[in-house]
């Protein structure tokens, strides 16, 4: 399961304006920002040029800055943890929340499971329960201890993220095929994004 919420992309304006820097052609720049940016045909021609000839050519890629909310798994947050530079990252700590409040199935990535695994998962709830209120009561935390380590990592969590135009081609391009249904989603949700062929390096809907 993986849900992204509240995107922003933003940083069109000041992104081309660089781009055109190496060039000395900011007559040539043609686009308009408001809420939307609309990229115009110079631009875009120039920006989708150096994209195809690779990163060290697309620097104003890193100047697109996007944000959402996302909650997925901690599984799904562990490969995506590998991507550490060009991303900044807020999470609801895990090791101050997991007390707040009592553990439901749905606090966990189950769409797989059979229905014999599932419940598994239920008794794991059920322990994990059993343990917060012994906590909670007591404050004794070796049962904390017990939430933390016993905790399956298809628990669900959500971050605030900071990513670039950049940091999203290298995660489209190695994870558009991977076997978890996260990236394949979160790939699909890249394709959604304004002027999404900036990344893709394909033509898109969302020109």
Known sequence: MIKIENVKACGWEPAIRGMRNSWNSWEK??????VVPCIAANDLELMMRLAKSGS???KYRRMIIVYCDVTAPLYWWKEMDT??????????????TISKKEFTLYDFSHE?????????????????NKLRVMFLETKNKQYWWQ??????????QK??????????????????????????EFCKWIEELPYSK????EDTKND
């Not at 419940?119 to 794991?124: C, D, F, R, V």
């Open 29 to 34: 720049s043609d686009s308009y920002f408001s």
């Open 83 to 96: 991507y550490k530079v060009g991303t900044v990252c807020n999470s609801c700590s895990t090791m101050h």
């Open 147 to 156: 939430m933390i380590q016993l905790l399956p990592t298809s628990y669900n």
């Open 56 to 58: 060290s050519h697309a």
């Open 159 to 184: 971050r605030t993220l900071m990513l670039n135009y950049e940091i999203l081609s290298n995660i489209y391009h190695s994870r558009k095929n991977h076997k978890l249904d996260e990236w394949i």
């Open 112 to 128: 797989h499971l059979l229905d014999s695994t599932k419940e598994t998962l239920k008794i794991i709830c059920e322990i994990l």
């Open 198 to 201: 900036l990344i893709t390096l």
